[in-house]
């Protein structure tokens, strides 16, 4: 459960969001010359995130969810064509600075290190929770000391890997259990080593939480406790492009004409939880 903290450990700094909105490239006088190919927006995803972007038919069919819906929306805003180009999660920033594609909108962390090769425009605030087994056995209550001696699997080299291990390392500092940490290149796998009973459980972002137990009501639950908030989801373009504040102004367009909205609710997200784009995080 997302829970509105202000205490969030991942929240970006008063300074980094000032480099966010303050620190972007006058626009050229053509933005569009940026584009990788011409009349084109291409949006590096990773579909494998329900609900916010997966294959319609499993493996493999059209790329759908709240991201590839939003990202289109935003192509058909700048009077462009929308391509969606699945790339890994691990190769996702690297595409992006390679100028693979033009941006990547797919439910990606606003974070400092992110921040540091790519300009930022988020979108939706969100936060970690914990998928456990029906009864919540281990009685996981919150990513703090009830983590203490369970086995928890995230995605890895996510936002939420780097949550658990820093909380693994308080576990060893205070002499209490280490948390037996496992993991996976993709949820899905993370979702299989909970059927499997190889962890206690499984540290994702509030929206892919509800998702999964969605989809296993009969054997999972989500665990009721503490989840820091405060965390948005953000849309990168190559740092300094020109093309970075016409995204800003044309996603905040977006937003107030209520477009983001209706696709949020269409994949059972709270709309409330949509983020201005010129607020601080």
Not at 90 to 106: E, F
């Amino acid at each position: 459960m997302l829970v509105n903290s202000k205490k969030s450990i991942i929240a970006v700094s008063v300074a980094t969001v000032a480099l966010l909105l303050g620190s972007i490239a006058p626009a050229q006088a053509d933005w569009k010359a940026d584009l990788v190919t011409k009349g084109t927006l291409i949006n590096c995803i990773d579909p494998e995130y329900p609900p916010m972007e997966y294959y319609s038919k499993g493996t493999s069919g059209k790329i759908i969810g709240f991201d590839a819906e939003a990202s289109a929306a935003l192509a058909k805003e700048l009077k462009l064509k929308i391509k969606q180009l699945a790339t890994s999660f691990d190769g996702l920033i690297p595409a992006l600075t390679a100028g693979r594609c033009d941006m990547v909108w797919t439910a990606l962390y606003l974070s400092n290190k992110r921040l540091a090769v790519a300009d930022g425009v988020p979108y939706l605030e969100t936060g970690p929770g914990v998928v456990v087994a029906k009864g919540n056995p281990k009685k996981i209550t919150d990513i703090s000391f009830s983590m203490c001696g369970t086995r928890i699997a995230v995605q890895g080299a996510s936002a939420n890997e780097a949550l658990v291990q820093a909380q693994d390392k308080v576990c060893r500092d205070t002499g209490k259990k280490p948390i037996a940490l496992s993991s996976y290149p993709k949820v899905a796998e993370t979702v299989a080593a909970l059927l499997n009973g190889k962890v206690d459980g499984i540290v994702e972002t509030d929206v892919a939480c509800g998702d999964i137990v969605n989809k296993n009501k009969k054997k999972f639950e989500v665990a009721k406790g503490y989840f820091l908030g405060d965390v948005s989801f953000a849309a990168y373009v190559q740092k300094g492009s020109a093309l970075t504040p016409v995204v800003k102004k044309a996603v905040q367009k977006l937003m107030d004409n209520g477009t983001l909205a209706k696709i949020a609710k269409k994949y059972n997200l709270d709309p409330e939880k949509l983020t201005t784009v010129g607020e601080p995080i």
